[in-house]
Nanobody
Framework: QLQLVESGGGLVQPGGSLRLSCAASGFTLDYYAIGWFRQAPGKEREGVSCISMNGGRTNYADSVQGRFDISRDNAKSTVYLQMNNLKPEDTALYYC?????????????????????WGQGTQVTVSS
């Protein structure tokens, strides 16, 4: 069974940092693009960042550009989201998701509809 498991969320003060992890089980991430999404109460799920199968392409939402960094370690079947200079508006449930990357590393999608596999989410709360 294909599963994605997020970890690393928590409570952090504004300006702080967190590193989220997305670990795959039941399959290897080598051929999958991975996206990070977030959903705050009362809001739609939005794309935060994505990375193609070999890391050749990454995308970021404007709201996190320059503060967040996505990376992957295919040997560990894990994708990371380093979040720096966190703001209260970053508070949300963060999900990772995967889809088979038929662009072979050239592209990754920020659209929820592109993704086939989803984790259960990890909560990030930014508050003083």
């Amino acid at each position: 069974q294909l599963q994605l498991v997020e970890s690393g969320g928590g409570l952090v003060q504004p300006g702080g940092s967190l590193r989220l992890s997305c670990a795959a089980s039941g399959f290897t991430l080598d051929y999958y693009a991975i996206g990070w999404f977030r959903q705050a109460p009362g809001k739609e799920r939005e794309g935060v960042s994505c990375i193609s199968m070999n890391g050749g392409r990454t995308n970021y939402a404007d709201s996190v550009q320059g503060r967040f960094d996505i990376s992957r370690d295919n040997a560990k079947s894990t994708v990371y989201l380093q979040m720096n200079n966190l703001k209260p508006e970053d508070t949300a449930l963060y999900y990772c998701a995967a889809y088979r990357d038929w662009s072979f590393g050239r592209l990754c999608s920020s659209s929820v509809n592109a993704y086939d596999y989803w984790g259960q989410g990890t909560q990030v709360t930014v508050s003083s």
